[in-house]
């Protein structure tokens, strides 16, 4: 959808009102966004003073839950936004307010098919949490059971969501054709991939699936828990699952944990076995979503976002920290090619890796336990954004991920080792990518692909053999962006042709007088004045076009 078709929405002239009330003028003028004429918003300016990225991320909570979600999702895309925005981003906050119970209760009565005293015969209608989607509730499946967590979708937010979020890709389509300093970012393609994970994560069944798997890979990860999923009772906006005592990290003094080291060790290689290890991972592990168990485990909780690495992209990831170690400049180029989408036609490779050799040598200075893993792959993708080089999306959360982890782990104990951590995890998925049994089914898949095409590849070649002896092959050529030599050889033929007959033409005009063909014209045989009047014109015409078109 297009400005013109958004600006009737009171929404769009609400988010108007909002940008110049924190100052975006100038951003709404250039835009030419209808309401940027609202004198009331301007006379209410705040926070005027203020850097803009700050003043955004102001006004991103002032717009409300979609806006929030969205800042939150955009931040764990540190390959499309500068820096310092995503560090205004990481600070919003899910800080609502609450949906009335008797509202929530129609959500909850419509998507349990039944009253929901029917299936909760304990039920708390004051929630323990609320959040941009969603709040939760504490009740039971049995008098006397234990507690679940009810997490209830806020009624009519796909709806809203969906509308903020057209009116959000209709401005970023307009500021990425209008602002040619921030197609760099291209924000197109960040709505587009905020709008695939916000929806994603309005669908509770998703999480909920999230959930089995996260618990099937983490069973035999020490120190680490995952709730239970109750299934049966799941819809895709409600996920009733077991409810988990203890205090979420944010809200503990870290510095009074009891060793430190371990509990930081047990959080980070929770991490990086689920991004090394699994390809499987949760995307925001930020504090808020660790809750420390009574029993001194972790619990990891809101799985709405995740992150998914193939094999190929963990060998990647292998082949990038190998050439890292090395100080080979080569071998790294290639890798972040591989792992790249080229935006542009010709990348300057040689720039490329000269850039990629100085990343190299500014953290060769670092002693390893210092070394930040998380940092260092965000500078590489800082070098490939500006050589127009995107990277795919579940990589680029992976990178927010390993830097979250390791802010984390380090705000725990501030000596941790991450590399040292993580070294164990990538000679495993390394001696893996070369063991018989990974190179056995490569081979076995080869020679499948082989004998899939022993019966069909003779019967091609026999048909283009037969249509050769018959003179039948044909054979079709296609160009492209030829047009432009196609219109110059055109132009030059046409002038060849009108150079012969004004030359034919002063030649005949010539013989006609020198025989003296009757009738006169002037005491002259008149065809041949004819003649020369008439090549004059056509040569005074090409040589006026051919100066009217600078061709010459």
């Known amino acids: 959808m297009d400005i013109k078709s958004l600006s009737n929405l009171g929404?769009?002239?609400?988010?108007?009102?909002?940008?110049?009330?924190?100052?975006?003028?100038?951003?709404?003028?250039?835009?030419?966004?209808?309401?940027?004429?609202?004198?009331?918003?301007?006379?209410?300016?705040?926070?005027?003073?203020?850097?803009?990225?700050?003043?955004?991320?102001?006004?991103?909570e002032e717009l409300g839950p979609t806006f929030v979600k969205m800042g939150q999702i955009m931040s764990l895309r540190p390959d499309l936004l500068p820096p310092n925005l995503i560090i205004e981003l990481e600070k919003l906050q899910d800080d609502v307010a609450e949906v009335d119970f008797s509202e929530a209760r129609k959500v909850i009565d419509q998507n349990l098919g039944k009253p929901l005293e029917s299936v909760f015969p304990v039920f708390d209608p004051q929630p323990i949490a609320a959040a941009s989607l969603s709040q939760v509730y504490r009740a039971a499946l049995t008098p006397q059971g234990p507690a679940v967590a009810v997490k209830v979708q806020r009624p009519n937010i796909r709806h809203t969501m969906e509308t903020d979020l057209n009116i959000f890709s209709a401005v970023a389509k307009r500021i990425h054709q209008r602002y040619e300093e921030i197609r760099l970012y291209d924000l197109p393609e960040l709505v587009r991939v905020t709008?695939?994970?916000?929806?994603?994560?309005?669908?509770?069944?998703?999480e909920a699936r999230y959930?089995?798997?996260?618990?099937?890979?983490?069973a035999d990860q020490p120190g680490i828990y995952i709730p239970e999923v109750y299934q049966e009772y799941c819809t895709a906006q409600l996920l009733v699952m077991e409810h988990i005592k203890g205090d979420r990290l944010k809200n503990i003094d870290l510095s009074a944990l009891e060793d430190a080291h371990?509990?930081?060790?047990?959080?980070l290689r929770a991490g990086i076995k689920q991004i090394f290890g699994d390809g499987f991972f949760h995307a925001d592990p930020h504090p808020g979503n660790l809750i420390l168990m009574e029993d001194h485990r972790y619990c990891m909780v809101d799985w709405g976002m995740v992150g998914r690495l193939t094999v190929g992209d963990r060998y990647d990831l292998v082949d990038m920290i190998r050439a890292l170690a090395d100080r080979d400049g080569q071998a790294l180029l290639e890798t972040v090619l591989k792992m790249s989408v080229q935006k542009d036609d010709e990348i300057n490779t040689r720039s490329l890796e000269r850039e990629l050799l100085e990343i190299i040598d500014l953290y060769a200075s670092v002693p390893i336990k210092e070394l930040n893993l998380g940092n260092l792959l965000l500078d590489i993708t800082e070098t490939m954004r500006e050589h127009r080089l995107g990277i795919r999306p579940d990589m680029a959360t992976m990178i927010k991920a390993l830097i979250t982890l390791e802010g984390v782990a380090r705000s725990i104990y501030p000596d941790m080792d991450v590399v040292s951590e993580a070294e164990p995890f990538v000679r495993r998925i390394a001696a893996r990518r070369h063991s018989p049994k990974v190179i056995w089914r490569n081979l076995t898949s080869i020679l499948s692909d082989l004998f899939t095409m022993r019966g069909g590849v003779p019967r091609r070649l026999a048909k283009i053999v037969q249509k050769l002896e018959h003179g039948k092959l044909h054979i079709r050529f296609e160009h492209e962006n030829l047009q432009g030599l196609q219109d110059t050889f055109d132009n030059i033929a046409n002038r060849l042709t009108f150079g012969i007959i004004i030359g034919a033409l002063v030649i005949g005009s010539s013989m006609i007088i020198t025989t003296g063909v009757r009738p006169y014209l002037f005491g002259y045989p008149a065809f041949g004045i004819i003649g020369y009047v008439v090549s004059a014109l056509l040569g005074l015409w090409l040589v006026f076009n051919i100066i009217r078109s600078r061709n010459y």
Not at 47 to 59: F, N, T
Not at 262 to 267: C, F, K, S
Request: no cysteine.
């Open 11 to 60: 929404r769009f002239k609400d988010i108007v009102f909002i940008l110049l009330k924190y100052g975006f003028e100038d951003l709404v003028e250039r835009l030419d966004l209808p309401g940027r004429n609202a004198t009331e918003a301007r006379q209410r300016q705040v926070a005027s003073g203020l850097p803009s990225y700050e003043r955004l991320r102001m006004a991103f």
């Open 195 to 206: 709008r695939r994970t916000l929806m994603r994560e309005l669908d509770f069944n998703r």
């Open 211 to 218: 959930l089995r798997i996260a618990k099937s890979n983490m």
């Open 262 to 267: 371990l509990m930081a060790r047990i959080g």
